[in-house]
């Protein structure tokens, strides 16, 4: 009997063990084995010829994803071990029934005969001439009346009268109103926000403890984007904009990435046109492993934690 539960418990520690070594088999592969990825384009100087092309693979091409470009039309093909999936299929072209324009046309001239409305000529109206001196009359003796005292506060009042009449009958007006209102008051409230966390945000940049923790967070990234640079990487980009104070703007923060692309990636400015041309090839490969060591220094490290948690209190109130 002893034998037997022993030899159950061996069977039940054999699979457990399988199964954990399964599971750290599958850990360490998505860990180090890389993606691979193949990206190239080019521009000839206009959004029609602009080509491009990205391959990305894994595990001895067991997963393989390719996205291409083209006359303004982007397709991508997807295949993991025997499945296979792309854009293009599925798809069927939606064309128009014959002479769905024409009895749209017709519908429409029929709506629009309908709409206008038919009159009758200005000889058979049965309305009374007015002659023009009696008109002229009557419009003086009105400005007449409007131009007393007494008569232009009676019009004031019953301007004031109307307006609030429009107001009751008309309840969207006055939603209008009371929506214009709460936007002006977030408005308000936003920026009073603004000046009472101006000071809060200066002393949290002044801090020690935070400096260092920005610094230690700027060291990791430059050191993950080392480690990320293209293996192979070749091009030459020409770009401009029609202002040129952005065609600067543009070099300046490009010109922080020139030491992980180096010289056989060239980056030429033209400050007299708006242009963009160029060609593009690079190739590289992407480990999970590249991302769990910053992430492991920096959540060790005392002064990122304690930021952090300053950030977290800030974000509360």
């Not at 400005?143 to 107001?167: F, G, I, M, W, Y």
């Amino acid at each position: 009997m002893l034998h037997i539960l022993l030899l159950i418990l061996k069977i039940i520690g054999i699979i457990i063990a399988v199964l954990l070594g399964i599971v750290l088999a599958l850990l360490l592969i998505l860990l180090f084995v890389p993606v691979r990825y193949e990206a190239q384009g080019i521009c000839k100087g206009s959004s029609d010829s602009l080509k491009g092309k990205v391959k990305l693979t894994w595990l001895l091409h067991l997963l393989r994803v390719d996205v291409m470009y083209k006359e303004k039309h982007m397709t991508w093909r997807i295949r993991l071990l025997f499945w296979k999936r792309s854009s293009s299929k599925g798809k069927k072209a939606v064309h128009p029934e014959e002479g769905s324009y024409e009895k749209q046309e017709i519908k429409e001239e029929k709506a629009d005969e309908e709409k206008t409305p038919i009159t009758d000529d200005a000889n058979n109206t049965d309305e009374p001439e007015v002659k023009e001196p009696e008109i002229k009359e009557a419009a003086v003796a009105d400005e007449d009346a409007k131009s007393t005292p007494e008569a232009s506060e009676v019009l004031q009042t019953e301007k004031n009268q109307e307006r609030h009449s429009e107001d009751k009958t008309d309840p969207s007006k006055a939603e209008k109103k009371k929506s214009a209102r709460k936007h002006k008051n977030k408005a308000k409230d936003f920026f009073r926000k603004i000046k009472d966390k101006k000071e809060q945000v200066t002393s949290f940049i002044r801090n020690e403890t935070h400096k260092e923790a920005f610094e230690k967070v700027k060291k990791e990234l430059f050191r993950l984007l080392k480690i990320l640079r293209p293996k192979r990487l070749e091009g030459n980009i020409i770009f401009g904009f029609e202002d040129p104070s952005y065609t600067g703007k543009t070099l300046a923060l490009l010109s922080v990435f020139y030491p992980f692309f180096g010289p056989v990636f060239t980056i030429t400015p033209d400050f007299e046109q708006a242009i963009f041309k160029g060609n593009l090839f690079c190739k590289g490969k992407i480990r999970l492993s590249y991302f769990v060591h910053p992430v492991w220094v920096l959540f060790w490290n005392r002064n990122v934690r304690a930021t952090y948690r300053d950030i977290k209190s800030i974000n509360e109130k």
